[in-house]
C-alpha cells in the first residue's frame, strides 16, 4: 500500500505543532479548525503565534463563540484576508449551538468559512474520515508522484482522484498531516530532498528526473494597481483620528485611517485633499505599497495636527494602537508617520 512507506516515515519524522494532539492523541477539533482557518493564505510559522494567543484567549469554541467581536477583530490584526475573522466568530457562534462540530465533510460545509478542503482536513485530521484534504502542499506531492503534467487549476479533479489511491482505512488523520509534512519539508516546490524521501521508488516524477518542473501552473494573470490616499490627523494630546470600515467588503470590520474609497487611478494632491476628514495643514508623508488579495495597493498618506478633531470617526491615543484592530495595511500607513513600531 503506497501510504505505508509514508506513514512509517512520519511516525518518525512528524512536525511537532501546537495544534497538533501528543503522540498518539486526536487532535482536538477546535484546534484543527481555528488552526486550518488560520493557515489558509498564511504559512505555518505566521500562524503559530497567532495560534497561540488565541487559544490562550478562547481556549474552546465556546469561549471563541462569546467574544466580542472587536476583541477578535484585534486578535486577528495582522494576519490578514479578515473575511476568516468574520466567517471565524460565525461559525464558532454555529457550532457552538450545535453543541460540537459536526464529523462528516457533508455537515461541515455547511458552516460558514468552510469550504470543501477545510471540511475534508477537519474530517480527516479530527474524526478520523477517509479522505483527502487535498491544498497545496498535498497537490505538490501528488503531481510529482503520479507525474501529472496538465496546469493548474485544471489539474485539480485528477489530483483528487490520483489522492484517493493513498487512503489508509484506520489512518485518516495521520495520513492526512503525513502528505502535508512531506510537501512541507521534504517535498518541496523548487528543491525537493528525493533522497530522504519515503515515496522516491514510487515517484513518476522523480524516475523521469522531472521533479521541479511539477506541479505545472497556467500563467498567472498581472496583479491590477489600486490607488489611496488615508489621512493621519492628531489632535493636542496625540490622540489619532481612526473609523471603522463597513461590516461587509474588503477587510470589513477592521478600523482604518479616514480616507476615500480606492480607485484605479492615482490621487493628485488637489483630488487628495477634497477627501480630507477635516480642513488642516496637511502634508505628504509618502506612499506606502501593500498587496492585497487580487490587487497591489499605493496607498498616499497625508498627516496633520490640529488642536481639536470634529471629524467623523474615533479617537485613540496613539501610544495604545496595538491593540486596535488594524489590518496590516493600516499599519503601514501609520508606521509612516513614526506612532507605530510594528506593520
Ligand atoms: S521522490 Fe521527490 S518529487 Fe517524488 S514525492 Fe518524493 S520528494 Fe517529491
Request: glycine fraction near 6%.
Amino acid at each position: 500500500m503506497l501510504s505505508t512507506p509514508l506513514l512509517e516515515w512520519y511516525d518518525r519524522h512528524r512536525r511537532r505543532l501546537p495544534w497538533r494532539g501528543e503522540g498518539n492523541a486526536t487532535p482536538d477539533p477546535y484546534r484543527v479548525w481555528l488552526s486550518e482557518i488560520m493557515l489558509q493564505q498564511t504559512v505555518a510559522a505566521a500562524v503559530i503565534p497567532y495560534f497561540e494567543r488565541f487559544t490562550a484567549l478562547f481556549p474552546n469554541v465556546q469561549s471563541l463563540a462569546a467574544a466580542p467581536d472587536a476583541q477578535i477583530m484585534a486578535a486577528w490584526a495582522g494576519l490578514g484576508y479578515y473575511a476568516r475573522a468574520r466567517n471565524l466568530l460565525a461559525c464558532a457562534r454555529a457550532v457552538s449551538s450545535l453543541g460540537a462540530f459536526p464529523r462528516t465533510p457533508a455537515e461541515l460545509v455547511k458552516l460558514p468559512g468552510i469550504g470543501p478542503y477545510t471540511a475534508n482536513a477537519i474530517a480527516a485530521i479530527a474524526f478520523g474520515v477517509p479522505v483527502i484534504p487535498v491544498d497545496g502542499n498535498v497537490e505538490r506531492v501528488v503531481s510529482r508522484l503520479f507525474a501529472i503534467e496538465t496546469p493548474l487549476p485544471r489539474s485539480r479533479p485528477e489530483i483528487a482522484a490520483r489522492a484517493a489511491a493513498l487512503i489508509h482505512p484506520t489512518r485518516a488523520s495521520d495520513l492526512a498531516q503525513a502528505l502535508f509534512d512531506l510537501g512541507a519539508t521534504i517535498c518541496t516546490p523548487t528543491s525537493p530532498a528525493c533522497v530522504l524521501c519515503p515515496l522516491r521508488t514510487h515517484c513518476a516524477a522523480h524516475a523521469q528526473g522531472i521533479m521541479t518542473s511539477l506541479p505545472r501552473k497556467e500563467p498567472k494573470k498581472p496583479r491590477p494597481t489600486r490607488y489611496g490616499v488615508h489621512f493621519h490627523l492628531t489632535d493636542a494630546e496625540d490622540r489619532l483620528l481612526l473609523r471603522t470600515r463597513p461590516q461587509s467588503g474588503l477587510l470589513g470590520g477592521m478600523t482604518e485611517l479616514p480616507g476615500p474609497a480606492w480607485r484605479d487611478r492615482p490621487w493628485s494632491e488637489a483630488e487628495a485633499l477634497t477627501e480630507a476628514p477635516q480642513r488642516a495643514p496637511w502634508r505628504l508623508l509618502g506612499q506606502i505599497e501593500h498587496d492585497i488579495t487580487h490587487f497591489h495597493l499605493k496607498i498616499d498618506v497625508y498627516a496633520a495636527q490640529l488642536a481639536t478633531i470634529q471629524a467623523e470617526g474615533f479617537l485613540r491615543p496613539s501610544h495604545a494602537l496595538d491593540a486596535e484592530a488594524l489590518p496590516s495595511v493600516m499599519r503601514k500607513c501609520v508606521k509612516m508617520a513614526g506612532k507605530m513600531t510594528t506593520a
